[in-house]
């Protein structure tokens, strides 16, 4: 089950399906290759379901203790779901098979598990984040809203329009009528997305780097480790040849020994 092999079998399938999936969504390739679609997504299925169950036969009680392995099995559930009456808006989930590259795929894992690692950091700076737009919004509620109430109308419309130009959309469009009323709405603007794009959005990235160092760094041990390994496994095999070829000089010696000792005898008989 954690052969390489096996491995790339189970990511070639998750590939398959996702591209059958997709495929699914046109109407021209569904008109002509439907039959043929359907019975790859029901092929896929029937292997997913294998699969789970050789681990399952495998590990025991120890598959429901790798969190991968739940997700991997929430995953197909899902896609076991009859799709028929009030649950045929379930179908629409079956794509959610293709997520199963992340426990798959190890590096995507690393990268998952850091962000989980990341998630209490993240909350902070989300509250953070919320607190500014939620203070601005109550400001520019109060500055303009009789300029410009489709956007700062209320403290609702003000708060999306502020997420609006913290994301960069269209801000300057936002921004040029106010300061043709109020010329010092520069100032604020300005400030807002100092502070909300320039400075808490990139701790967003901070806190996502740091929290994926360790994983980073884990990998690099365990490469340094190996890499340690092997020297050592080839030393040891240097060494047991080198102790080899000794014990054949050595005999060698000894054979080339024996042969002129029984030379020199058989030389000394006629002398006798």
């Known amino acids: 089950?954690?052969?390489?092999?096996?491995?790339?079998?189970?990511?070639?399938?998750?590939?398959?399906?996702?591209?059958?999936?997709?495929?699914?969504?046109?109407?021209?390739?569904?008109?002509?290759?439907?039959?043929?679609?359907?019975?790859?997504?029901?092929?896929?299925?029937?292997?997913?379901?294998?699969?789970?169950?050789?681990?399952?036969?495998?590990?025991?009680?120890?598959?429901?203790?790798?969190?991968?392995?739940?997700?991997?099995?929430?995953?197909?559930?899902?896609?076991?779901?009859?799709?028929?009456?009030?649950?045929?808006?379930?179908r629409a989930l079956r794509i959610l098979r293709a997520l199963r590259l992340i426990s798959v795929v190890p590096s995507m894992r690393r990268v998952v598990s850091g962000l989980l690692t990341a998630i209490p950091g993240l909350a902070s700076i989300t509250a953070l984040l919320g607190l500014i737009l939620y203070v601005a919004a109550v400001m520019a509620t109060r500055l303009f809203a009789a300029v410009d109430?489709?956007?700062?109308?209320?403290?609702?419309?003000?708060?999306?329009?502020?997420?609006?130009?913290?994301?960069?959309?269209?801000?300057?469009?936002?921004?040029?009528?106010?300061?043709?009323?109020?010329?010092?709405?520069?100032?604020?603007?300005?400030?807002?997305?100092?502070?909300?794009?320039?400075?808490?959005l990139n701790l967003f990235i901070a806190i996502t780097v740091s929290a994926m160092e360790p994983q980073v760094l884990g990998d690099l041990q365990e490469g340094l480790d190996q890499l340690e390994r092997r020297e050592q496994s080839t030393d040891a095999?240097?060494?047991?040849?080198?102790?080899?070829?000794?014990a054949e000089m050595a005999d060698l010696r000894a054979t080339v020994r024996g042969s002129t000792d029984g030379g020199e005898a058989l030389r000394e008989v006629p002398s006798r």
């Open 1 to 90: 089950m954690e052969s390489r092999t096996f491995q790339r079998f189970v990511t070639a399938v998750i590939v398959v399906n996702a591209v059958t999936l997709g495929c699914e969504t046109s109407p021209y390739l569904l008109d002509r290759f439907g039959g043929l679609l359907h019975l790859l997504d029901r092929t896929a299925l029937a292997l997913f379901v294998a699969e789970l169950v050789l681990r399952l036969h495998a590990y025991r009680l120890a598959f429901f203790r790798d969190p991968w392995n739940c997700f991997d099995a929430g995953v197909v559930a899902v896609s076991l779901i009859p799709a028929s009456g009030g649950l045929s808006v379930l």
């Open 149 to 200: 109430p489709g956007h700062f109308g209320d403290l609702g419309a003000s708060a999306f329009t502020l997420f609006q130009i913290m994301t960069g959309d269209g801000w300057s469009d936002i921004a040029r009528p106010i300061m043709d009323v109020h010329p010092w709405a520069w100032a604020y603007f300005l400030l807002y997305i100092l502070i909300s794009t320039f400075v808490v």
């Open 237 to 246: 095999l240097v060494l047991e040849e080198l102790r080899r070829l000794r």
